[in-house]
């Protein structure tokens, strides 16, 4: 007869082998796929990556930048920024550069039509977008060119020199002119171009001058020298932004202001505070839309990523700012200061 002790672990041990039976197996557990370990899962598209290049520090290639940086926020573009300052072998180290770094596509201010055009064609022949600004570029080297029509730009300060010298100077004139032909030859001379076409047909101008002063104090010393030179100019037109800022200096130095009158080409805001001055010096220049032309170099640059159509020349008409309208140009002063500030 089985002893207690017998019969109490038989019993264990067949309430085991009863509870081992009855259990069931937990599956091994799934393993979660994630886009991250998915080798089918198609991975995220490379960020665009776009370079802008400008030739110089000055607030017309400032607002350029801006509006190529806005333009490339709201596309989720990277813009990668540089500036050549005025050097050809600058501009093309750049342009080489960025070729080696497969840039999407290059955003630039020529600093020659036929200079630039080489190193520009290798970007091309790599298959990076060319989206020239400012200058043009000779050769099928760029998908699209956007410019403020020189020529109108100097025709437009013109016609309003035309009126200031029938009600102010009697129809007469003796004009010195402040261009840039040894920087941008052919910018420079469509400008000048458009300014003299419009004066010359009062039959009492005369251009007694024609110096080339792109900057500042470049052009308050040239203007200074046709001033001493030329003693009987009374007004003055500069073919761009620094030489316009050197010209009214220049007459204010020279102790001439309400004798010689200035006009000129672009806007920044020390011209912009120089038509507002109560010193009569300057007259009106035409701005061009520099913010515009930074945009539209973006998105053009983003349609031919995406295959499609440009306009191979787009070419704006320019703002003419003058102190006879002076609510235009306090308008204009406004929308300027968002601008630099980043508004």
């Excluded at 672990?9 to 937990?26: D, F, N, P, R, W």
């Excluded at 400008?54 to 989720?76: I, N, P, T």
């Excluded at 500042?216 to 009374?234: F, G, Q, R, Y």
Aim: aromatic share 6%; charged share 20%; glycine share 8%.
């Amino acid at each position: 007869m089985p002893t207690l002790r017998r019969v109490l672990c038989l019993a264990v041990l067949v309430t085991a082998a009863i509870i081992s039976g009855c259990a069931k197996t937990s599956p091994p557990p799934t393993a979660v796929v994630t886009p991250q370990n998915d080798p089918k899962a198609a991975k995220p598209a490379a960020k665009l990556r776009f370079a802008g290049i400008v030739f110089q520090e000055d607030q017309f290639f400032r607002l350029v930048l801006f509006g190529m940086r806005d333009a490339a926020k709201k596309a989720g573009v990277e813009l990668l920024e540089a500036n050549s300052n005025n050097n050809p072998g600058k501009e093309i180290e750049l342009i080489n550069t960025y070729v080696s770094q497969k840039v999407d596509a290059i955003l630039i201010s020529p600093l020659s039509p036929k200079g630039s055009m080489a190193a520009l064609k290798l970007a091309r022949d790599k298959g990076i977008t060319v989206i020239a600004h400012n200058t043009p570029i000779e050769g099928d080297t760029h998908q699209a060119y956007i410019e403020c029509s020189a020529e109108d730009l100097g025709a437009q300060t013109g016609k309003a020199a035309v009126q200031y010298i029938t009600s102010k100077l009697g129809g007469r004139a003796n004009i010195a002119v402040v261009a840039f032909d040894s920087q941008v030859p052919e910018q420079s001379k469509a400008r000048t171009k458009g300014f003299v076409d419009q004066v010359s047909t009062l039959p009492g101008v005369k251009v007694v001058a024609h110096q080339d002063a792109w900057l500042p104090e470049m052009a308050v010393k040239k203007v200074t020298d046709m001033l001493t030179a030329n003693p009987d100019i009374n007004l003055v037109w500069s073919a761009n932004e620094g030489g316009t800022i050197g010209s009214v200096m220049a007459v204010k130095n020279a102790g001439k202001a309400g004798k010689v009158a200035v006009f000129g080409t672009d806007s920044s805001q020390q011209l912009l505070d120089f038509l507002q001055a109560p010193d009569e010096v300057l007259q009106a220049v035409t701005s061009q839309k520099p913010v515009d032309v930074g945009r539209m170099a973006v998105e053009f640059a983003l349609k031919v990523k995406n295959g499609e159509k440009v306009e191979k020349t787009t070419s704006m008409q320019g703002v003419l700012l003058s102190r006879a309208d002076k609510a235009g140009v306090k308008a204009f002063a406004e929308q300027f200061k968002l601008w630099t500030q980043g508004g």
